[in-house]
């Protein structure tokens, strides 16, 4: 069960005409008159490789689909052929996964581009008794697209695309693809240009026996863009990942916006990726991640605070061990920051704002990057703006901050260090609930005393439910903020925007130079527009703004609870919205089933909805 989501048609926007310029996001060209689809064979779970590959003669495996589509001819369209594999409706077993090998896509100089389509409910998927002992589909080529597929257990990944070490694939369009329960990644595109993925569903990723695995090289992200060039990655869902969820490494001009993003080690991860806008995305963490997928290490026992939204981290690494590097620690190390077309020493020009963030550890994070590279690695001209930022997840002793920097080491054999420059943190919203968990904190930074580090983060007209050490002057503080909102279900954050009924978070915001012209729900911005991530909405009448925690104690609870002025049945609901019991008052107290196991779940009481921390002893 999970939370189903139908998202508000949200226009494609950036938050001015000059960052468009800059980026310059390229779109990809499919089947246009120059990239013309010259020959489509059908395949079929019941089909037969002697037949013909027609509509109502297809074929059954996917190497003789492949074989029965052309290469290209010499002299024409540079020698390149655009084919099409129509998998009709059903399941495919491939115990070795669908490959196109290297002479299945090019012959001499010419070529072989091939798209896949699934036409109805298409499963490709390892033996009903093991795993599929390669990626479940790998394919190369340009001006190419892939759809309509659900791709189940296999033991390396589920979709992956990549080009040559010296050639880019380029022109790549990837709608509804259904990843779940691999050993790898589930979707990764390495060594592209010009891609568009939308619409995929990408679970369990690195997931696949996972209590074997020994080392973090067996931890791979949900959904990863390695070596990449004018990207977007829209409308998709990436959860219970053992690494990162959304990962852009060693790219070049991207965008993220209206996906879901949650449960995942790190549920979006940025390493010296430059000119990315990250915008419009939800990102939660779940009691059913807290119990079961919050642990990068397999070892990892007991409670774990929540995982970060965004963590933006210089590792030094490439991508293309030709330009020099060495493979260290699961990554390839470059030998020397330098700027070519394939390597981007800094984290430069992110732009993160109108996301909405719930029960995640930080909002985001800051983390140091290799000093063992000649040169300084750094994180420079981060914009993190109009987000709305509610709730926390783990033990209640945590004190893990919402925003995090750390920097606390120099190398003096090489002279180096890794640096962050010019961030700027505005207008957004940060509410915590500092009853169930008082100890976190706002703003933590660690730096190297050979940091620049007096005027790194600047913080402005933010505002928070409650007061930290080092607030600035021209943030804000109101109280009345709730710390934390029930799950939210169909996209609707009622309680989230600023209302008639929820003034506590009405506050204009700053003037700043890239304040977004819409909101999460893609409603005009006003002349004084709200800070956080939504808009000002005088007709929204918003009634589930959450009571205060405190009426419910003590909490976290071994099972035993009390809920203040209250004497009749309480609900219990997951972190999905899904009520999983109904708990009657005796002598006003509560006792939880014990075969609900530890974690966070959600009390309804009545009008009242507070979170409740299952600990026993």
Request: proline share 5%; with cysteine; net charge positive.
């Amino acid at each position: 069960m999970g939370y189903v989501f139908r998202f508000t048609t949200i226009s494609v926007f950036m938050v001015s005409s000059a960052l468009i310029g800059q980026f310059n996001i390229i779109s990809p060209t499919i089947n246009d008159s120059s990239h013309p689809i010259s020959d489509t064979i059908y395949m079929s779970p019941v089909g037969n490789d002697g037949n013909q590959g027609t509509l109502t003669n297809p074929v059954l495996s996917f190497s003789k689909a492949l074989s029965l589509l052309p290469f290209g001819k010499p002299g024409i369209q540079n020698g390149h052929a655009y084919g099409l594999i129509i998998m009709q409706a059903g399941t495919y077993i491939a115990p070795t996964g669908f490959s196109q090998y290297l002479g299945d896509w090019k012959n001499g100089n010419t070529y072989k581009n091939v798209s896949l389509e699934g036409m109805g409910k298409v499963i490709i998927r390892g033996p009903k008794d093991s795993s599929a002992g390669n990626h479940l589909l790998f394919l190369r080529g340009d001006h190419i697209y892939v759809k309509n597929l659900t791709l189940r257990n296999g033991k390396v990944h589920g979709l992956l695309m990549a080009g040559d070490a010296d050639r880019h694939c380029h022109d790549i369009r990837i709608e509804n693809i259904d990843t779940d329960s691999v050993g790898g990644f589930g979707l990764l595109i390495k060594n592209g240009e010009k891609i568009e993925i939308s619409g995929c569903n990408i679970m369990r990723s690195a997931q696949l026996n996972s209590e074997n695995l020994k080392t973090v090289c067996n931890w791979p992200s949900g959904l990863k863009l390695l070596g990449c060039k004018n990207f977007r990655v829209h409308h998709c869902r990436v959860g219970f990942s053992r690494g990162e969820g959304l990962n852009y490494q060693n790219s070049l001009n991207g965008e993220a916006y209206s996906n879901i993003l949650h449960d995942n080690t790190s549920n979006y991860y940025n390493e010296n990726s430059k000119n990315i806008i990250i915008r419009n995305n939800y990102f939660y963490n779940s009691a059913e991640g807290q119990n079961t997928f919050w642990r990068g290490c397999p070892a990892d026992t007991g409670l774990k605070r929540s995982p970060s939204a965004i963590l933006l981290a210089n590792e030094g690494s490439c991508h293309n061990i030709s330009l020099g590097g060495t493979f260290e620690n699961c990554s390839i190390k470059c030998a020397a920051p330098l700027a070519t077309t394939e390597y981007y020493p800094t984290i430069d020009s992110i732009f993160i704002y109108n996301n909405v963030m719930q029960d995640v550890g930080s909002a985001l994070d800051f983390w140091e990057g290799s000093t063992l590279i000649p040169g300084i690695n750094c994180i420079k001209n981060v914009f993190f703006f109009n987000n709305t930022s509610i709730g926390f997840l783990g033990y209640n002793t945590s004190q893990q901050p919402i925003i995090n920097a750390q920097f606390p080491y120099y190398n003096p054999i090489i002279n180096t260090y890794s640096r962050l420059e010019n961030i700027k943190i505005w207008n957004n919203i940060f509410s915590v609930d500092k009853v169930v968990y008082p100890k976190l904190r706002g703003y933590v930074a660690v730096f190297s005393p050979l940091h620049p580090s007096a005027s790194v983060i600047d913080f402005s007209g933010n505002l928070w439910n409650y007061g930290y050490s080092n607030k600035t002057a021209t943030d804000s503080v109101n109280t009345s903020i709730p710390g934390s909102i029930a799950p939210v279900t169909n996209n609707q954050f009622n309680a989230l925007v600023p209302a008639k009924t929820n003034l506590a978070l009405r506050q204009y915001s700053r003037a700043f130079a890239h304040t977004p012209t819409m909101d999460f729900y893609g409603k005009s911005r006003q002349s004084g527009t709200n800070v956080g991530a939504f808009e000002y909405d005088p007709t929204l009448n918003n009634p589930s703004v959450k009571h205060k925690s405190s009426l419910l104690f003590p909490n976290p609870n071994d099972g035993t609870f009390r809920v203040q002025g209250y004497a009749d049945v309480v609900c219990v609901f997951n972190s999905f919205g899904v009520m999983i019991a109904r708990i009657p008052a005796i002598s006003g107290t509560y006792s939880v089933p014990s075969e609900i196991a530890d974690g966070i779940y959600w009390i309804k009481a009545g009008e009242l909805i507070t979170p409740l921390q299952l600990l026993r002893k």
